[in-house]
T-cell receptor, first 114, second 113 residues
Framework: AQTVTQSQPEMSVQEAETVTLSCTYDTSESDYYLFWYKQPPSRQMILVIR??????QNATENRFSVNFQKAAKSFSLKISDSQLGDAAMYFCASQTPRAQKLVFGQGTRLTINP | DTGVSQDPRHKITKRGQNVTFRCDPI?????LYWYRQTLGQGPEFLTY????????KSRLLSDRFSAERPKGSFSTLEIQRTEQGDSAMYLCASTPPEKLVQYFGPGTRLLVL
């Protein structure tokens, strides 16, 4: 069974600064994928970034990057140069090709202070 | 590409009534997923389809819940004899062939009084 844990219910950051959201996961599968999804207030869930477990290089998408520590089963999201539009719930999720479904963490609510 | 759409966006019903939600996936996406999200929590998997075949159902999907995808295009999720505990956001997502990334719809927010 897969589990995903986000231990930070809320985080806040000043606009233009950097923030890191934590996530740990557990799986017995060797082939899996990790994702960060963003859910703005009253808006739909959108993909921020994904990481294939077999890739050692950390994924990067513009201001968003991950720190994937496979041995520690840790998958944190770093947001650089935070913008007001980054304010949202952020969910870490895992998926295996065999199980197909996404398993989500509890979420972290990110507030951006102007 | 118009994205995943869901209808209705909001539904208020009385306990004991039946409700049905619809999801239209992105064109040519062969896999379709349903999730339930309660306030302040992450989404929980309910069921998924590959084309018209329902391949997995969560234990969360009690016998009051039924989902269909009759022609491998849109899907419906029906809840019979609704209970207050069914109040949640019901999310639909779809995936193109040979890909893993799921694209989510806006959700249907259900309130059972």
């Amino acid at each position: 069974a897969q589990t995903v844990t986000q231990s930070q219910p809320e985080m806040s950051v000043q606009e233009a600064e950097t923030v890191t959201l934590s996530c740990t996961y557990d799986t017995s599968e060797s082939d899996y994928y990790l994702f960060w999804y963003k859910q703005p207030p009253s808006r739909q869930m959108i993909l921020v970034i994904r990481q294939e477990a077999y890739k050692q290089q950390n994924a990067t998408e513009n201001r968003f990057s991950v720190n994937f520590q496979k041995a520690a089963k840790s998958f944190s999201l770093k947001i650089s140069d935070s913008q007001l539009g980054d304010a949202a719930m952020y969910f870490c999720a895992s998926q295996t090709p065999r199980a197909q479904k996404l398993v989500f963490g509890q979420g972290t609510r990110l507030t951006i202070n102007p | 590409d118009t994205g995943v759409s869901q209808d209705p966006r909001h539904k208020i019903t009385k306990r004991g009534q039946n409700v049905t939600f619809r999801c239209d996936p992105i064109s040519e996406h062969n896999r379709l997923y349903w999730y339930r999200q309660t306030l302040g929590q992450g989404p929980e998997f309910l069921t998924y389809f590959q084309n018209e075949a329902q391949l997995e159902k969560s234990r969360l999907l009690s016998d009051r819940f039924s989902a269909e995808r009759p022609k491998g295009s849109f899907s419906t999720l029906e809840i019979q004899r609704t209970e207050q505990g069914d109040s949640a956001m019901y999310l639909c997502a779809s995936t193109p062939p040979e890909k893993l990334v799921q694209y989510f719809g806006p959700g249907t927010r259900l309130l059972v009084l």
